[in-house]
């Protein structure tokens, strides 16, 4: 059963004898606080620099990383090394400046190593740079066209499974250089010419290596105060700076960084080549590199929600403009001569981890760099080759993420994932991603048409299992499966799937209508065996949130109920309903009930508590009588039932809250206002005699009218209904339970209206005893979760 109102909270400060929390009738809602800027900036903050201390930090960290990654990303491309520095800087100033990502840092990427190496090897270092232009202008088109959403809808498996391809691909090429050779032309021919090069190893190159890997991997793993403080410096810098240290005091005989003067630093020239080819080269790197960029931001955007400190609201991505500001740094890196620019996961995350609070962070990392390919071309010039190939070869291993391959074996997308894999290794990133795709839509065919439908006999049921999406293709096997149920049989239908079209949902439905015609029953479950509810029929289709509730007749009066309605209800739920709750119920039968609330409402067949209180088994202590009226401690009456319930929920339960709960068209109210005072006194009148202070409170002129906060009541029923609320709560104070709990502080009063034909709920404005205004607020609903997000 669903109801559409407002959802109960958790109050922490409200405890059960336990030590529990305890839900709360009535939300108190906070108008949100948003974190201080950063820094403690804004008016009158004082603050002197535009900068935050945490950017400036961050940069460092973001900067150390990037440093000896853009060198060895160039050198496995086979580009010039100050490729990398220039598409590092750039890619922190221009794409830092324009995207649409505060935090994601841009730069050199593994992701392109691959397809910038195969592109050098066909038409040149100039001509690569011209490509990469292209591919900015490319990104910017893209941008304009708003279809940044769009690249996010292939599969992960595809994208993952296209990483991983090219992190083979780069792994087995920075193995040759490891081991003091020249890696091949492709992923194949590095396979092949793996055996000689084992056969003539370089020694120094290996030990450089071997002792890069080991720092590289040791250097998160050191215990202790000793690991949290060398942990400050990234461990691909220590990696890289301790071998070069070690290289040079012992001497070894290395190929190092040979970082030529910038005065001869090659700048693109007009692609030369066949024009498809050309084509093709430019949508491989745009695509390549806005899906890697993409697919960063939202990382980012996630790492950023799950950070606690610094306390500051980043904007999430805006992924139009952040591929624009990846295609003006292309644009920029290629005319400057540098590697394509693509957003990179790992400096990102350094640079959220580091704290980084503004795209500030993201600009004074590319000016480090600017600044070192400037000032450290010395230093540079120290680090040995196979040093920045290990580092490059450990990224590349990385990049076939475990995390991945468990994902994507949970979604039963192993095939595209390997495929995709295999094909980026053995031809190619655009012809693998390709390939992927086709592998991805064929699966997704064969699911879609591949369905398989059972039929078995357990203890006199006939169970029909259907595994797979039902699709007009599966209708001829499903409905010569459902014939052979015989008629008058007890039937459970088990949908396995996510998808059923028309002409499936067509023959179900009128199998079942001729299956029940002919005496037989008939049940749809899921997999695990819960009830799928039966689709409202056209004649109560205005009741559809309603489909279990039988009672309803949309535009006619209902009839009376006949007396096996009840037991055909109950066998309802026996069979739907309490196989769901049979646990829950079971706990309270152990523990015993401990309600946080006492409601006492109306009798009227109208109001179902639980369906507008939103509440369950346990959550209220519920009395119901005609008119929801509380008799005077000591008045006279024959029924004690009323107060010894009270005394029962706050003396016994200890209870949190109490709420008197009326209704719009009350027959009591109305009651009251038609029958006159004498005659003969029946039971309903000695009742409804408990009232008359209601009545009374009402024709006074020195009190004022209850009411809807916005309008006045409609007539005289509603303005009784109202004041009936506030003056129950009057008698309710009365009650020595009651008033003893008010003074303790550990008791709450609640008024509400229920507005039935309107389903609106009415909270009383104040239900203290000194400050009733008698004015009833209309309960608006809870946002949902997408409501407060967009928010």
């Known amino acids: 059963m669903s109801s559409c109102v407002p959802t109960r909270t958790d109050d922490p400060s409200r405890k059960t004898k336990d030590n529990k929390p305890r839900t709360s009738l009535i939300s108190r809602f906070q108008r949100p606080h948003g974190p201080p800027p950063p820094d403690g900036g804004g008016k009158g903050s004082g603050r002197r620099f535009p900068i935050a201390g945490a950017d400036f930090s961050a940069s460092i960290s973001v900067f150390l990383i990037a440093l000896p990654l853009s060198l060895g990303i160039a050198l496995a491309t086979g580009a010039p090394l100050q490729a990398g520095l220039v598409a590092a800087a750039v890619g922190g100033i221009v794409a830092g400046r324009l995207g649409g990502s505060s935090l994601q840092v841009s730069g050199p990427a593994a992701g392109l190593t691959v397809v910038t190496a195969d592109l050098i090897h066909r038409y040149g270092w100039r001509t690569t740079c011209a490509i990469t232009v292209l591919a900015g202008l490319t990104q910017l088109v893209l941008s304009a066209l708003r279809v ?81 403080i060398v942990r400050k410096l990234p461990a691909a810098l220590a990696a890289v700076a301790g071998t070069t240290v070690v290289a040079t005091v012992a001497g070894l005989n290395l190929t190092r960084v040979d970082l030529p003067s910038w005065s001869s630093h090659a700048l693109p020239e007009l692609p030369e080549g066949p024009v498809l080819g050309l084509l093709a080269a430019v949508l491989t790197i745009t695509l390549v590199g806005s899906v890697e960029s993409l697919l960063s931001a939202v990382a980012v955007d996630k790492l950023v929600a799950g950070r606690e400190k610094p306390a500051v609201r980043i904007p999430r991505a805006h992924l139009d403009r952040e591929l624009a500001g990846q295609g003006a740094a292309n644009i920029v890196s290629g005319a400057l001569g540098g590697l394509p620019v693509t957003g990179v996961a790992v400096r990102s995350a350094a640079n959220v981890s580091a704290g980084g609070v503004s795209r500030n962070s993201t600009m004074l990392h590319g000016l480090w760099v600017a600044v070192a390919a400037l000032l450290l071309v010395p230093v540079l010039d120290l680090i040995p080759l196979a040093s920045l190939a290990a580092l490059v070869m450990v990224v590349g291993v990385q990049m076939v993420s475990l995390t991945h391959l468990r994902s994507v074996k949970r979604n039963r997308e192993t095939m595209v994932y390997t495929v995709t894999l295999a094909s980026v290794v053995v031809t190619g990133v655009l012809e693998g991603v390709m390939i992927g795709i086709a ?66 949902y067509e023959a179900l439905h009128d199998w079942q209508t001729s299956h029940i015609a002919q005496g037989g029953t ?32 949309c535009g006619e009066r209902p009839p009376r109920a006949k007396p096996h309605q009840l037991a055909n209800g109950l066998s309802s739920f026996q069979r739907n309903t309490a196989p769901l709750v049979r646990d829950e119920l079971a706990r309270l039968a152990r523990e015993g009930q401990q309600p946080s609330q006492l409601f006492l409402t109306c009798a009227d067949s109208r109001l179902v508590t639980s369906m507008i ?68 006194q029946t039971p309903l009148r000695r009742w409804l005699r408990h009232g008359l202070p209601s009545l009374e409170r009402m024709r006074s002129r020195h009190r004022s009218w209850a009411r809807i906060s916005g309008r006045l009541p409609t007539d ?29 502080g550990t008791l709450e009063l609640h008024g509400m209206y229920f507005h039935v034909g309107e389903a609106q709920a009415y909270l009383l404005a104040s239900s203290d005893e000194h400050e009733i205004d008698e004015v009833f607020d209309r309960v608006a609903p809870t946002p949902s979760a997408l409501e407060k997000s967009q928010a």
């Open 716 to 744: 005289a029923v509603e303005q009784l209904c109202l004041t009936n609320v506030v003056q129950q709560l009057e008698h309710l104070r009365a009650h020595e339970a009651v008033a003893r709990r008010l003074a303790e």
């Open 522 to 553: 008939v049940e749809f479950t899921g997999r695990a065996g819960g009830r799928i509810s039966e689709p409202a029929s056209e004649t109560h289709g205005c009741c559809r949130p309603w489909t279990p509730w039988r009672n309803h007749h």
């Open 439 to 504: 592998m991805a839509v064929a699966v997704a065919l064969h699911r879609l048409t591949r369905t398989r439908i059972t039929s078995d006999e357990q203890e006199g049921v006939h169970r029909v299992r259907a595994r797979g999406q039902l699709t007009f293709l599966a209708v001829p096997r499903l409905s010569r499966t459902l014939a052979q149920i015989p008629p008058e049989a007890d039937c459970v239908v088990e949908l396995d799937g996510s998808f059923m079209d028309h002409a499936a």
């Open 148 to 228: 940044a959403r769009s690249a996010l809808a292939v599969s992960p498996a595809i994208v993952h499974g296209m990483l991983a391809g090219i992190g083979v691909t780069i792994a087995l090429a920075q193995l040759h250089i490891v081991l003091g050779g020249t890696p091949q032309s492709s992923a194949v021919d590095n396979v092949r010419a793996l055996p000689a090069q084992l056969a003539g190893l370089h020694p120094a190159a290996v030990s450089a290596s071997i002792l890069t890997v080991a720092v590289l991997l040791l250097w998160p793993r050191i215990p202790g105060r000793a690991g949290r």
């Open 613 to 680: 209180t939103a509440s369950g088994p346990g959550d209220l202590f519920t009395v119901r009588n005609v008119g929801n009226l509380v008799p005077l401690p000591g008045a006279e009456s024959g029924d004690d039932s009323v107060a010894a319930a009270i005394e029962y929920a706050v003396d016994v339960l200890e209870v949190d809250s109490i709420t008197i709960c009326g209704h719009s068209g009350c027959g009591a109210m109305q009651a009251l206002l038609s029958t006159p005072p004498t005659g003969a």
